[in-house]
């Protein structure tokens, strides 16, 4: 069974930095892609970025490129994203999500999910 924990969630100020991580386990495919999304309170839940896994090809949302870093740690399964420069506007809560295949932005194209981690941006 595919399970995905997100961590690493908190509040930190406009132009501050946080990493959140998402450890996964059980996942049996041989060619698979994470990536994170977000969804703020009365919005949809957006892509925000995604990594091939044994590639390491990367993918961004344009809000997030150049300030965002998407990595992962094949040795314990785990995904990263470096957060750096960050707005209120990236407020949200951060989920991770795992699919068969290529890195692709739209939510029901994946099929496992994690619960989610808070990131809250505000001074």
């Known amino acids: 069974q595919v399970q995905l924990v997100e961590s690493g969630g908190g509040l930190v100020q406009p132009g501050g930095s946080l990493r959140v991580s998402c450890a996964a386990s059980g996942i049996t495919y041989n060619y698979y892609s994470m990536a994170w999304f977000r969804q703020a309170p009365g919005k949809e839940r957006e892509f925000v970025a995604g990594i091939e896994w044994y590639s390491g090809a990367t993918a961004y949302t344009d809000s997030v490129e150049g300030r965002f870093t998407i990595s992962r740690d094949n040795a314990v399964i785990t995904m990263y994203l470096q957060m750096n420069r960050l707005k209120p506007e990236d407020t949200a809560l951060y989920y991770c999500?795992?699919?068969?295949?290529?890195?692709?932005?739209?939510?029901?194209?994946?099929?496992?999910w994690g619960r989610g981690t808070q990131v809250t941006v505000s001074s």
């Open positions: 999500a795992v699919r068969r295949g290529m890195v692709r932005s739209i939510v029901r194209d994946y099929d496992y």
